[in-house]
Protein backbone atom coordinates (compact mmCIF):
# COMPACT_ATOMS: atom_id res chain seq x y z
CA UNK A 1 0.00 0.00 0.00
CA UNK A 2 1.28 3.48 -0.96
CA UNK A 3 0.67 6.54 1.35
CA UNK A 4 0.66 10.06 -0.28
CA UNK A 5 0.54 13.28 1.80
CA UNK A 6 0.03 16.58 0.05
CA UNK A 7 1.37 20.07 0.69
CA UNK A 8 1.86 23.26 -0.16
CA UNK A 9 -1.66 24.72 -0.91
CA UNK A 10 -2.97 28.13 -0.14
CA UNK A 11 -4.42 31.07 -0.89
CA UNK A 12 -3.45 33.65 -3.49
CA UNK A 13 -4.06 36.07 -6.09
CA UNK A 14 -4.92 36.00 -9.42
CA UNK A 15 -1.23 35.70 -11.20
CA UNK A 16 0.48 34.31 -8.23
CA UNK A 17 2.50 30.86 -8.41
CA UNK A 18 2.49 28.26 -5.86
CA UNK A 19 4.21 24.66 -5.94
CA UNK A 20 2.23 21.69 -4.30
CA UNK A 21 4.08 18.73 -3.08
CA UNK A 22 3.46 15.02 -2.58
CA UNK A 23 5.53 12.68 -0.80
CA UNK A 24 4.54 8.73 -1.10
CA UNK A 25 5.64 6.54 1.07
CA UNK A 26 7.70 3.22 0.25
CA UNK A 27 10.72 2.20 -1.58
CA UNK A 28 9.16 1.41 -4.92
CA UNK A 29 8.51 5.15 -5.80
CA UNK A 30 10.34 5.29 -9.17
CA UNK A 31 7.96 2.12 -9.97
CA UNK A 32 4.60 4.42 -10.30
CA UNK A 33 3.33 6.86 -12.71
CA UNK A 34 1.97 9.79 -10.49
CA UNK A 35 -0.86 12.33 -11.37
CA UNK A 36 -2.39 15.17 -10.13
CA UNK A 37 -6.20 16.04 -10.01
CA UNK A 38 -8.77 18.71 -8.74
CA UNK A 39 -11.80 19.51 -7.51
CA UNK A 40 -13.93 22.29 -7.67
CA UNK A 41 -16.82 22.47 -4.85
CA UNK A 42 -19.94 20.94 -6.93
CA UNK A 43 -17.88 19.86 -9.92
CA UNK A 44 -16.19 16.47 -10.70
CA UNK A 45 -12.71 15.37 -9.71
CA UNK A 46 -10.96 16.15 -13.55
CA UNK A 47 -7.14 15.45 -14.30
CA UNK A 48 -4.58 17.87 -14.23
CA UNK A 49 -1.64 17.25 -15.20
CA UNK A 50 0.70 13.33 -14.48
CA UNK A 51 4.22 12.01 -14.77
CA UNK A 52 6.10 8.29 -16.39
CA UNK A 53 7.72 6.43 -13.90
CA UNK A 54 11.44 8.09 -15.30
CA UNK A 55 9.63 11.65 -15.06
CA UNK A 56 10.26 11.68 -19.34
CA UNK A 57 6.59 11.73 -20.58
CA UNK A 58 4.29 14.88 -18.82
CA UNK A 59 0.73 15.01 -19.92
CA UNK A 60 -1.58 18.51 -19.28
CA UNK A 61 -4.95 18.80 -19.35
CA UNK A 62 -5.66 21.78 -21.84
CA UNK A 63 -6.54 24.58 -18.90
CA UNK A 64 -3.03 24.48 -17.44
CA UNK A 65 -0.84 23.65 -20.19
CA UNK A 66 1.61 26.09 -20.58
CA UNK A 67 1.17 27.32 -16.77
CA UNK A 68 1.30 23.98 -14.74
CA UNK A 69 4.83 21.88 -14.77
CA UNK A 70 4.69 18.50 -12.59
CA UNK A 71 8.04 16.71 -11.34
CA UNK A 72 9.64 14.23 -9.22
CA UNK A 73 12.27 13.27 -7.73
CA UNK A 74 12.34 9.94 -7.13
CA UNK A 75 15.52 10.06 -4.56
CA UNK A 76 13.29 12.20 -2.40
CA UNK A 77 9.48 9.98 -3.25
CA UNK A 78 8.27 13.57 -4.28
CA UNK A 79 5.94 14.71 -7.07
CA UNK A 80 5.72 18.20 -7.54
CA UNK A 81 3.17 20.76 -9.17
CA UNK A 82 4.23 23.84 -10.47
CA UNK A 83 1.65 26.38 -10.92
CA UNK A 84 2.15 29.79 -12.05
CA UNK A 85 -0.13 32.36 -13.46
CA UNK A 86 -2.77 30.91 -11.28
CA UNK A 87 -6.30 31.78 -12.25
CA UNK A 88 -9.54 32.27 -9.96
CA UNK A 89 -11.18 28.91 -11.97
CA UNK A 90 -7.64 26.72 -10.81
CA UNK A 91 -9.18 27.24 -7.31
CA UNK A 92 -9.62 23.22 -5.96
CA UNK A 93 -8.84 20.87 -3.88
CA UNK A 94 -6.09 19.20 -5.84
CA UNK A 95 -5.13 15.44 -5.16
CA UNK A 96 -1.75 13.43 -6.10
CA UNK A 97 -2.23 9.46 -7.04
CA UNK A 98 -0.22 6.49 -7.51
CA UNK A 99 -0.75 4.85 -11.12
CA UNK A 100 0.49 1.37 -11.36
CA UNK A 101 0.35 1.44 -14.97
CA UNK A 102 1.21 3.55 -18.14
CA UNK A 103 -1.62 4.47 -20.92
CA UNK A 104 -5.08 6.40 -20.19
CA UNK A 105 -3.35 8.74 -17.61
CA UNK A 106 -6.59 11.18 -18.03
CA UNK A 107 -9.02 8.85 -16.06
CA UNK A 108 -9.67 8.52 -12.33
CA UNK A 109 -10.19 5.54 -12.15
CA UNK A 110 -6.89 4.40 -13.42
CA UNK A 111 -5.26 5.24 -10.72
CA UNK A 112 -4.45 3.30 -7.50
CA UNK A 113 -4.08 5.30 -4.20
CA UNK A 114 -4.78 8.70 -3.52
CA UNK A 115 -3.96 11.42 -1.12
CA UNK A 116 -5.93 13.42 1.13
CA UNK A 117 -5.75 16.87 -0.49
CA UNK A 118 -4.90 20.19 -0.41
CA UNK A 119 -6.42 23.41 -0.99
CA UNK A 120 -6.02 25.68 -3.28
CA UNK A 121 -7.85 29.49 -3.46
CA UNK A 122 -7.44 31.70 -6.37
CA UNK A 123 -9.02 35.52 -5.55
CA UNK A 124 -9.31 37.97 -8.36
Known amino acids: QVQLVESGGGAVQAGDSLRLSCAAS????????MGWFRQAPGKEREFVAA????????YYADSVKGRFTISRDNAKNTVYLQMNSLKPEDTAVYYC?????????????????WGQGTQVTVSS
Open 51 to 58: SSRSDSST
Open 97 to 113: AVKYYSGNWYSRSEYNY
Open 26 to 33: GRTFSRYA
